[in-house]
């Protein structure tokens, strides 16, 4: 059975910090995704890993991915208020058009 | 594109009650998955279909939940008889054949009194 794990769970973070999100998963799997929810809202894409090495970066947010560690990052640069939300990784069961399974999810909070 | 539409986005209901949960995905994505999120259980899986046949159900939780997808632009999850472990927010997302991300829908947040 496939499990995602993310850490932390709850992150508190002053504007200006960096940080990062981990998610391991435990079985093989070349496709990871990065999605945010807003509280009542729904997901919104933000990164899809394709490939062992894999690098995307969108304004203050870069996620890595790692295969043969099964892990990936989801790295907060100069964090601001906006980027308030909860962050699920996810990997997809098989090689592709498959369901994903969700990690339970980074609620991170940027105070002033 | 209008993304991937759900109806109805609240229902409330009575235990025993049928509820029928409608997704019409994105134009041109040819699979479909459901989801239901919960606080004590997170995101899961609950059925996908690829050009409208279904591949892994093995999420459904139990007999009282069924799927479909008629067509290439809809599909319903219907719960019969509902009961209130099953109020969570429904979502339902599309694709294209994996080929990209899976897109949400706004979902629809069932509370089953």
């Known amino acids: 059975e496939l499990k995602v794990e993310q850490n932390p769970l709850f992150l508190s973070m002053q504007e200006g910090k960096n940080y990062t999100i981990y998610c391991n998963y435990s079985t093989t799997s070349d496709r990871l995704y990065w999605y945010r929810q807003d509280p009542g809202k729904s997901l919104e894409s933000l990164f899809v890993?394709?490939?062992?090495?894999a690098v995307k970066q969108e304004g203050r947010l870069m996620a890595s991915l790692d295969t043969k560690a099964r892990l990936s990052t989801l790295h907060i640069t100069a964090a601001v208020h906006d980027l308030s939300a909860t962050y699920f990784c996810a990997v997809e069961k098989g090689g592709g058009a498959d369901g994903l399974t969700f990690g339970k999810g980074t609620h991170l909070i940027i105070q002033p | 594109d209008a993304g991937v539409i759900q109806s109805p986005r609240h229902e409330v209901t009575e235990m025993g009650q049928e509820v029928t949960l409608r997704c019409k995905p994105i134009?041109?994505?040819?699979?479909l998955f459901w989801y239901r999120q919960t606080m004590m259980r997170g995101l899961e899986l609950l059925i996908y279909?690829?050009?409208?046949?279904?591949?892994?159900d093995s999420g459904m939780p139990e007999d009282r939940f069924s799927a479909k997808m008629p067509n290439a632009s809809f599909s319903t999850l219907k719960i019969q008889p509902s009961e209130p472990r099953d109020s969570a927010v429904y979502f339902c997302?599309?694709?294209?054949?994996?080929?990209?991300?899976?897109?949400f829908g706004p979902g629809t947040r069932l509370l089953v009194l």
């Open positions: 279909f690829n050009n409208n046949v279904p591949i892994d």
């Open positions: 890993l394709l490939s062992n090495g």
């Open positions: 997302a599309s694709s294209f054949s994996g080929k990209e991300t899976q897109y």
């Open positions: 134009s041109g994505h040819n699979s």
